[in-house]
């Protein structure tokens, strides 16, 4: 069973940076991706970014653009989420996963291995 170790969130006051963390150990990613999602209380998780894995491309939601930035490491299988221009309404339970097949960001069902989330308040 693989399990997905996330680490990085925090508090960190608007304007600030955070940078999450989220190794794999075990996972053959081929041209899986590896995508980023939160969730705020009383809202539907919704995805944030991700990357494709072999190749490197990368996909933002429109709100992130700009001030997200996702990458991966293959050496060591961990993939980053870095946060820059944080804004209160990030606040939020950030969670990485990882496909089981390549699919579109979009498609959840393909999104096999969760981990267990990290919290990331911005205050105003």
């Known amino acids: 069973q693989v399990q997905l170790v996330e680490s990085g969130g925090g508090l960190v006051q608007a304007g600030g940076s955070l940078r999450l963390s989220c190794a794999a150990p075990?996972?053959?990613?081929?041209?899986?991706?590896m995508a980023w999602f939160r969730q705020a209380p009383g809202k539907e998780r919704e995805f944030v970014a991700g990357i494709r894995w072999s190749s490197g491309s990368t996909y933002y939601e429109d709100s992130v653009k700009g001030r997200f930035t996702i990458s991966r490491d293959n050496a060591k299988n961990t993939g980053y989420l870095q946060m820059d221009s944080l804004k209160p309404e990030d606040t939020a339970v950030y969670y990485c996963a990882v496909q089981s097949y390549s699919s579109s960001y979009y498609d959840r069902a393909s999104y096999n291995y969760w981990g267990q989330g990290t919290q990331v308040t911005v205050s105003s």
């Open positions: 075990g996972v053959t990613f081929n041209n899986k991706a």
